[in-house]
């Protein structure tokens, strides 16, 4: 008993030893293992952190690289919007506003747009206009020169010429008078001299006087483009001086028709050079352009008041233009 008593104790003790052995291992396992889950707890949240760092700086990165992407976009929107806008402004809205105002359109075609084309082509109207013709009109053909220059200042960009409203007036002036001698003040790229001198008889001439040497070098080049440089003589100076030199100079007797298109305060005191200098005969025919548009009332009032003239007016358009122009035809009764 006494030895079962004692086996008894040891072996309690020893399971005592033995269990305490197993918490203290379980504990020291425990332990580790909570080590190891502490551990693998922060090792995950730094890794955690790792990824996290990462993929902020990944999104970082590709917000770095797409906001400036979405940025151009949104610019080159915007510039194209702004592009497409001036376009119809300049090329279809303002031209439609302005084509029933005198002076807005006068405004917007002779100063604005004609400047701005200039500085944008580094070129000159005129030289705009010429290379129209080379383009689009076929050599000695003075009517395809008239239809490409109309062409282009009705789609492309508005000129002075006396126009295809009021060309076919000036066309029907010229046939009734069949001029042997005429005279144009004011050739600017010479699209009237063309339409007068392909008109003419047989063995008649035209004068033709520019006071702008630059205009003058275009106008030869397209009257010789239209074939017509045989019949017409392209002074280049000022009205009053040319024309008290045109009897002893040039060899005229008396002009049977006269176009007045240069400035239009030169209208009147040029007539009456002409009269003053006896290049008038009874029967001459002036045909004075723009009398409302700009317009020429001194011009307008001298040859509808004076008995030397029988006046009258055809109504049309300023070339190009939807405003009210018209030519005034005045026949000098001597
Ligand atoms: C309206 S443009 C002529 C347009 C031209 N007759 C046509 O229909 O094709 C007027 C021209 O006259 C010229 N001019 C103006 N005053 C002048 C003057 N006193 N003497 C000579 N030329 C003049 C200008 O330089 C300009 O080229």
């Known amino acids: 008993m006494r030895i079962g008593k004692n086996q008894e104790r040891e072996s309690s003790s020893s399971f005592k030893s033995v269990s305490t052995c197993l918490r203290l291992?379980?504990?020291?396992?425990?332990?580790?293992?909570?080590?190891?889950?502490?551990?693998?707890v922060e090792g995950g949240r730094k890794l955690r952190a790792q990824r996290d760092k990462k993929s902020a700086v990944a999104r970082l990165g590709r917000k770095t690289t797409a906001a400036p992407r979405s940025m151009w976009l949104y610019f080159l929107s915007v510039c194209a919007g702004v592009a497409a806008a001036l376009y119809v402004l300049w090329s279809w809205l303002i031209p439609a506003v302005v084509q029933y105002n005198p002076w807005l359109a006068l405004l917007w075609?002779?100063?604005?747009?004609?400047?701005?084309?200039?500085?944008?082509?580094?070129?000159?109207?005129?030289?705009?206009?010429?290379?129209?013709v080379q383009n689009n009109a076929t050599r000695g053909d003075a009517e395809s020169v008239i239809a490409a220059i109309d062409n282009f200042c009705r789609k492309k960009e508005w000129a002075m010429n006396v126009g295809d409203d009021k060309g076919p007036i000036l066309d029907s002036v010229v046939s009734e008078v069949s001029p042997s001698f005429a005279l144009e003040l004011g050739t600017y790229c010479g699209y009237s001299t063309i339409r007068i001198a392909r008109l003419l008889p047989p063995g008649s001439r035209l004068l033709t006087l520019e006071f702008n040497p630059d205009?003058?070098?275009?106008?030869?080049?397209?009257?010789?483009?239209a074939g017509l440089?045989?019949?017409?003589?392209?002074?280049?100076?000022?009205?009053?001086?040319?024309?008290?030199?045109?009897k002893e100079r040039f060899g005229i007797k008396s002009f049977d028709f006269v176009f007045l298109d240069h400035w239009k305060e030169f209208y009147l005191p040029d007539t009456k050079l002409l009269e003053e200098c006896g290049l008038l005969r009874k029967g001459t025919v002036l045909l004075a352009d723009n009398v409302i548009c700009p317009g020429t009332p001194k011009y307008l009032e001298y040859v509808r008041n004076s008995p030397c003239y029988e006046s009258c007016y055809f109504k049309s358009h300023l070339e190009y233009t939807k405003v009210e122009d018209g030519l005034e035809k005045s026949v000098f009764l001597g």
């Open 25 to 40: 291992e379980v504990r020291e396992r425990g332990r580790a293992s909570g080590l190891w889950c502490k551990r693998d």
């Open 109 to 132: 075609h002779d100063a604005i747009v004609q400047q701005v084309l200039n500085i944008l082509t580094r070129s000159t109207r005129p030289q705009r206009i010429l290379k129209a």
């Open 215 to 225: 205009y003058a070098a275009i106008a030869h080049q397209i009257i010789a483009w």
């Open 229 to 246: 440089q045989d019949k017409v003589e392209l002074l280049e100076g000022p009205s009053r001086d040319l024309i008290p030199q045109m």
